[in-house]
T-cell receptor, first 109, second 116 residues
């Protein structure tokens, strides 16, 4: 069936390095995507979104890339900091807020 | 803006009792609210979707008589876990959306439930 999924369950990076978190989606009807960050014991926080008529969107230290051809979404975090350690989820509009497994990002000092 | 609160933030109860969790949108009107549960080291599992003034739509496998959802106003939804058992212990998270603001959902801080 249609699904939103994350390629990797865990990602460990050195502080200061860039991080790339990937997400695969399979519902071509999705026209809106969101990345969320969830810190331990807290609810998810909105990070950045992108519409399907765009292939790139930048925020503060974060960039989301959308490749509709291969149904792939990625979140890039520049100069990763310890405060970026969290689980990251992507969500797609056609799969109304059903989350994939998430990727746990660990930042090593 | 777009703040969602939950109350209580944590609750401990005895097996067989009922627990009510409140979810409020503080600075916007939530036409739709969602309830999730999350077990340790797992993703969020959607339990139900509710639109203001309507009955909630439950996900497959979620017992509607056990998890009672009321969305009586545009700023408040409640989840009542009836006759709670230890296996209901989990992290419950709500989210809210106002279509006038777009598709984005805003999440509450979560409620940790421990049933003894």
């Amino acid at each position: 069936g249609e699904s939103v999924g994350l390629h990797l369950p865990t990602l460990s990076v050195q502080e200061g390095d860039n991080s790339i978190i990937n997400c695969a989606y399979s519902n071509s009807a999705s026209d809106y995507f969101i990345w969320y960050k969830q810190e331990s014991g807290k609810g998810p926080q909105f990070i950045i979104d992108i519409r399907s008529n765009m292939d790139k969107r930048q925020g503060q230290r974060v960039t989301v890339l959308l490749n509709k051809t291969v149904k792939h979404l990625s979140l890039q975090i520049a100069a990763t900091q310890p405060g970026d350690s969290a689980v990251y989820f992507c969500a797609e509009s056609a799969n109304d807020m059903r989350f994939g497994a998430g990727t746990r990002l660990t930042v090593k000092p | 803006g777009a703040v969602v609160s939950q109350h209580p933030s944590w609750v401990i109860c005895k097996s067989g009792t009922s627990v009510k969790i409140e979810c409020r949108s503080l600075d916007f009107q939530a036409t739709t609210m969602f309830w999730y549960r999350q077990f340790p080291k797992q993703s969020l599992m959607l339990m139900a979707t509710s639109n203001e003034g309507s009955k909630a739509t439950y996900e497959q496998g979620v017992e509607k008589d056990k998890f009672l959802i009321n969305h009586a106003s545009l700023t408040l939804s409640t989840l009542t876990v009836t006759s709670a058992h230890p296996e209901d212990s989990s992290f419950y998270i709500c989210s809210a959306r106002d279509w006038a603001m777009g598709w984005t959902q805003y999440f509450g801080p979560g409620t940790r439930l421990l049933v003894l």
